[in-house]
């Protein structure tokens, strides 16, 4: 299956989801010069076709899929942490080039925009711009460049270290400059054995608020690393743009979240793959035990978030151990489905949602829209497994890149 991208054509389908809605019945959009400029209910190939339109066929399109949370530099295939260790250590080109492969990937699997999160190389940066030439064959990125972090403490290989509130006004700042959202690294990572993050934040209430002002001052919102529950009451009282990760949530948590309008990004994919496969680390039992513990409380916050209106980004941490571009959002979409969301809240969580929360001018399948989509040859409300072998994909292309 090859991305398409045509300067004028038409598709028929029995069906469509236009980031929010589902909606049924015979439909054709009209697309030319790469946005919408028309959808009309009923099947108007013949029409379309004496006007010298090409027509396309498939029984459902949707937007564009968004993972909200990636590391492209990063292969998450590898499940030995020795081959891992050896990947990072590969010269810039090297690993540059396993990010092109990542968004090649990604593309080819429907997800037609992925969230960067951090390098410390800016590989992100340089295969985001690549990606804007028509044709590239590479998914569209978001990019946080190079995040920040505390000295000597955890997320070296996305984020430069700051030491004080002079190194963080400076560091954002610029940062800011190429940087399409400013990264946190706020806490350290779960401790498994204990079942638990154990670890201090690396900042405070008023340095995240100055990492969050400064960004805003400078025109960009801010993604923050987070688990635990000092680290989550930081973040959400600062009203950070989104919350990544965020194990280990509560009630009081999301509450503050919906009233600073704060995201969630929930990526259960690493520790659902290491629960999955404990083979891969070692885990003894009880070490399983906690693993599973966490995800069910994981998806119980994750609904208890939808009822109380936090917005949710579907994002996968592509690049961990077990978490492969591409493929690893349909195992996150099976993740939100689990933990009670349908799948027209999953689908726009990871379609509208993350769009809107980017700021983007439109954020669902719409007259005037770019043709940012997905058509497949099932309908995935009834088979679910269609979104995963994709007919045709459209990445968006802006006005300014036509040819």
């Given at each position: 299956m090859e991305p398409t991208q045509n300067a004028g054509f038409a598709v028929v389908v029995d069906g469509w989801f236009d980031g929010e809605k589902r909606h049924a019945g015979p439909t054709t959009v009209?697309?030319?010069?790469?946005?919408?400029?028309?959808?009309?209910?009923?099947?108007?190939?013949?029409?379309l076709a004496a006007r010298g339109l090409a027509i396309e066929r498939g029984a459902f399109l949707l937007p564009g899929l968004v993972d909200a949370h990636v590391h492209l530099f990063l292969d998450g295939k590898p499940t030995d942490n020795k081959v891992r260790s050896e990947h990072l250590k590969q010269p810039l080109e090297q690993l540059t080039e396993a990010a092109r492969a990542s968004a090649r990937q990604s593309l080819s699997q429907g997800i037609t925009l992925v969230r960067d999160a951090g390098d410390r190389h800016g590989i992100n940066n340089r295969i985001r711009e690549e990606a804007h030439t028509p044709n590239s064959g590479l998914t569209r990125i978001r990019s946080t460049g190079l995040g920040l972090k505390r000295p000597k403490r955890y997320g070296a290989f996305m984020a430069r270290d700051v030491e004080d509130a002079a190194a963080i006004n400076a560091s954002v700042t610029e940062l800011a400059a190429t940087n399409d959202e400013i990264k946190l690294i706020l806490t350290g990572i779960i401790d498994f054995d204990a079942g638990?993050?154990?670890?201090?934040?690396?900042?405070?209430?008023?340095?995240?608020?100055?990492?969050?002002?400064?960004?805003?001052?400078?025109?960009?919102?801010?993604?923050?690393?987070?688990?635990?529950?000092?680290?989550?009451?930081?973040?959400?009282?600062?009203?950070?743009?989104?919350?990544?990760?965020?194990?280990?949530?509560?009630?009081?948590?999301?509450?503050?979240?919906?009233?600073?309008?704060?995201?969630?990004?929930?990526?259960?994919?690493?520790?659902?793959?290491?629960?999955?496969?404990?083979?891969?680390?070692?885990?003894?039992?009880?070490?399983?035990?906690?693993?599973?513990?966490?995800?069910?409380?994981?998806?119980?916050?994750?609904?208890?978030?939808?009822?109380?209106?936090?917005?949710?980004?579907?994002?996968?941490?592509?690049?961990?151990?077990?978490?492969?571009?591409?493929?690893?959002?349909?195992?996150?979409?099976?993740?939100?489905?689990?933990?009670?969301?349908?799948?027209?809240?999953?689908?726009?969580?990871?379609?509208?949602?993350?769009?809107?929360?980017?700021?983007?001018?439109?954020?669902?399948?719409?007259?005037?829209?770019?043709?940012?989509?997905?058509?497949?040859?099932?309908?995935?409300?009834?088979?679910?497994?269609?979104?995963?072998?994709?007919?045709?994909?459209?990445?968006?292309?802006?006005?300014?890149?036509?040819?």
């Open positions: 009209t697309v030319i010069d790469h946005h919408i400029s028309d959808i009309a209910a009923g099947d108007h190939a013949a029409a638990a993050v154990t670890d201090e934040p690396q900042f405070t209430l008023s340095e995240t608020r100055l990492v969050v002002d400064t960004a805003r001052a400078c025109g960009r919102n801010t993604m923050v690393h987070c688990s635990g529950a000092k680290g989550l009451a930081i973040a959400a009282a600062a009203g950070v743009g989104s919350i990544e990760h965020g194990f280990f949530m509560s009630r009081n948590h999301l509450a503050v979240m919906a009233e600073n309008r704060v995201a969630w990004t929930p990526t259960f994919g690493p520790v659902h793959f290491q629960w999955s496969h404990p083979e891969a680390i070692g885990w003894k039992p009880e070490t399983v035990g906690h693993l599973r513990r966490i995800l069910d409380e994981h998806a119980r916050h994750l609904a208890l978030a939808r009822d109380m209106g936090v917005t949710l980004l579907l994002g996968t941490d592509a690049g961990s151990m077990g978490v492969q571009h591409g493929h690893a959002v349909f195992e996150e979409i099976d993740r939100f489905l689990e933990a009670g969301l349908s799948l027209e809240e999953t689908l726009t969580a990871a379609t509208a949602n993350s769009r809107r929360h980017f700021g983007h001018d439109h954020t669902t399948l719409c007259r005037g829209a770019p043709f940012d989509a997905v058509l497949l040859a099932k309908n995935p409300f009834e088979h679910i497994s269609a979104l995963r072998q994709p007919l045709k994909v459209w990445p968006a292309i802006a006005r300014e890149h036509q040819t």
